[in-house]
């Protein structure tokens, strides 16, 4: 079967770390997908990664470890403008083919 | 980020009518996907479409769904007859090298 765990909710501090983590059951793992989704509106492309290790984009980081099923969101420097859900996505391959299973998101409030 | 244009934005329509969602990516591109998300709930794959054919689709996609590409560029979800529980919000979605971009979605209201 297929399944994406992640923590309901987390709250953070304008301007300091908050670290989101999700772990996957999948089979047929195609690599994993961070996407940003305020409220009412599309989810918004924030990382991808296939291989283990770190990608770095700006504010955001994403790690990824195939081994343990899992990764994890690092936002630095919060912003209220963060606040949003933060949706874990794997890529999975089926008969050649791609989808996005998603977890079901981790709604982030940053306070100031 | 490529563009990837969805119409109508919202759409209100009562049950049993038959609904058309569309969608239209700027560039050319292969691998078409549909997702819904019902308010409060995780994003679900409803069904992928690639060289104009569908190649896979989910247990939601039933025979009540259909997809086309009608002339090449549009790209429409066709639902038969709408039931309550379809209401939700409809994205499109393009993947681009490793990348996966969605439409602004469609939010589809069934009374």
């Known amino acids: 079967g297929q399944n994406i765990d992640q923590p309901t909710e987390m709250t953070a501090t304008e301007g300091a770390i908050v670290q989101i983590n999700c772990t996957y059951q999948t089979s047929g793992f195609n690599g994993l997908f961070w996407y940003q989704q305020h409220a009412g509106e599309a989810p918004t492309f924030l990382s991808y990664?296939?291989?283990?290790g770190l990608e770095e984009k700006g504010r955001f980081s994403s790690f990824l470890s195939r081994s343990k099923g899992y990764s994890y969101l690092l936002l630095k420097e919060l912003q209220m403008k963060d606040s949003a859900s933060y949706l874990c996505a794997v890529r999975a391959l089926s008969g050649g083919y791609n989808k996005l299973i998603f977890g079901a998101g981790t709604r982030l409030a940053v306070h100031p | 980020e490529p563009e990837v244009t969805q119409t109508p934005s919202h759409q209100v329509t009562q049950m049993g009518q038959e609904v058309i969602l569309r969608c239209v990516p700027i560039?050319?591109?292969?691998?078409f996907y549909w997702y819904r998300q019902i308010l409060g709930q995780k994003v679900e794959f409803l069904v992928s479409f690639y060289n104009n054919e569908i190649s896979e689709k989910s247990e939601i996609f039933d025979d009540q769904f259909s997809v086309e590409r009608p002339d090449g560029s549009n790209f429409t979800l066709k639902i038969r007859s709408t039931k309550l529980e379809d209401s939700a919000m409809y994205f499109c979605?393009?993947?681009?090298?490793?990348?996966?971009?969605f439409g602004q979605g469609t939010r589809l209201t069934v009374v």
């Open positions: 979605a393009m993947q681009q090298g490793r990348e996966a971009f």
């Open positions: 990664n296939v291989l283990d």
């Open positions: 560039s050319n591109h292969l691998y």
